[in-house]
């Protein structure tokens, strides 16, 4: 059910959550060759193409069916926490309001009119409805690790959107179409109302490029980074567009563009290691897969991945190696804690093993969770005589 920013990635798909900084890219062409404004304004993807004025879309627009909707279900008399869980059970209560999950991007207006939308539609129609009764209501992004199993042509799905309603100090919510995705050790960051029409316009661009609609991906695309200069995403979607349309210098400059946006942005490195490798320029392509790697090696996610693999394949060793760095990075995860349990567990160290699940317990933010790995607790210590 899950759905987030879309960003198109032709190749193995890569990110990373390190924070350390990479030299100076290397170029191929003259950096002074294609500009800014070329990819932006003076793109060849647009000649003969009239420009479309997206400015003019309201994501946040209200219909008056929704207006109808909420004046009938919420109190305007109760306090926030309360408005919020009328508001919650109106709009995913059984039997009152149901939006079914679909891959395409809506407004908040077409996602009530249709009742069907991904995550960040219905992110869209939640803060709209939420901000009409009264509650401050944010986009808020979550970073969630992508999935390193994943290889070929696919969609990275980097930071997922949901919504952050602000009460009190105790008793802030996210608002999330399928909470069961969102593990709440993942880093969360609340956002402009810009950013999220730049997911949006993002979002739309990348399924105009699939439909084959050039001209009209270019636009979203390039309305995206007209909200947030800054969205990364954007500026990997719009070199992928270059790519698909043979323009390999402008897709260059895009994906180097994306690395002085987003620092370590692996998917705009993998990206342009497979562009110079297409081109033949193998000093160049072996640079950045190599900045790949090692950034990729330093990702806790990653490397709980390739603990993952070793555990399944009986190597425990390997596997506690692994984790022993992604705990050492990120000290928030109860399924690395688990993880390090189940391998302790399989090499005979039962007192290790119970010593990592009563951690994972810990750290788990869930009752569902703590219940969870407290069971598994109690059988490891019934089973230790």
């Known amino acids: 059910m899950r759905t987030m920013q879309k960003t198109l990635v032709i190749f193995m798909v890569i990110m990373t959550a390190s924070c350390t900084t990479i030299e100076q890219p290397k170029s191929l062409s003259d950096p002074q060759q294609i500009t800014t ?128 309603v602000r009460i009190d100090s105790r008793r802030d919510q996210m608002i999330d179409f399928n909470m069961a995705d969102v593990h709440m050790s993942y880093e969360r960051q609340v956002v402009s109302d810009s950013r999220g029409r730049a997911h949006y316009f993002n979002n739309k661009g990348v399924e105009l490029m699939l439909e084959g609609d050039t001209s009209l991906a270019f636009m979203n695309l390039l309305e995206s980074l007209k909200e947030d200069e800054t969205f990364t995403p954007a500026w990997i979607n719009l070199g992928i567009l270059y790519s698909r349309n043979d323009y390999p210098d402008y897709a260059e400059a895009a994906y180097l563009e994306a690395l002085d946006h987003g620092g370590t942005s692996l998917v705009a490195m993998n990206n342009l290691a497979a562009l110079y490798n297409r081109q033949g320029h193998s000093e160049l392509a072996a640079y950045y897969q190599d900045l790949v790697e090692t950034h990729r090696m330093q990702n806790p996610y990653y490397r709980y991945h390739l603990a993952r693999n070793a555990f399944e394949n009986g190597d425990y060793a390997t596997a506690i190696d692994n984790l022993n760095y992604a705990i050492r990075k990120n000290r928030n995860d109860d399924t690395f804690y688990f993880l390090m349990s189940l391998s302790y567990l399989n090499i005979g160290e039962k007192d290790s093993a119970q010593r990592w699940m009563k951690k994972a317990e810990e750290v788990a933010e869930m009752s569902t969770d703590k219940r969870k790995y407290h069971n598994k607790l109690d059988l490891l210590m019934s089973d230790s005589d």
């Open 37 to 164: 404004r070329m990819l932006l304004e003076a793109s060849p993807l647009l000649d003969g193409v009239d420009p479309v004025d997206l400015s003019q879309i309201d994501v946040l627009e209200l219909s008056p069916e929704m207006i109808e909707f909420m004046d009938r279900w919420i109190d305007p008399n109760e306090g926030d926490y309360a408005r919020l869980r009328r508001l919650l059970y109106a709009v995913m209560g059984d039997g009152t309001f149901e939006v079914i999950y679909d891959d395409k991007t809506r407004t908040a207006k077409e996602t009530f009119l249709d009742q069907r939308g991904n995550c960040l539609s219905f992110t869209s129609m939640f803060v709209a409805m939420a901000r009409y009764v009264g509650l401050d209501a944010e986009y808020q992004e979550v970073t969630v690790p992508p999935d390193w199993s994943v290889s070929g042509q696919t969609f990275i799905l980097s930071k997922h959107v949901n919504v952050f």
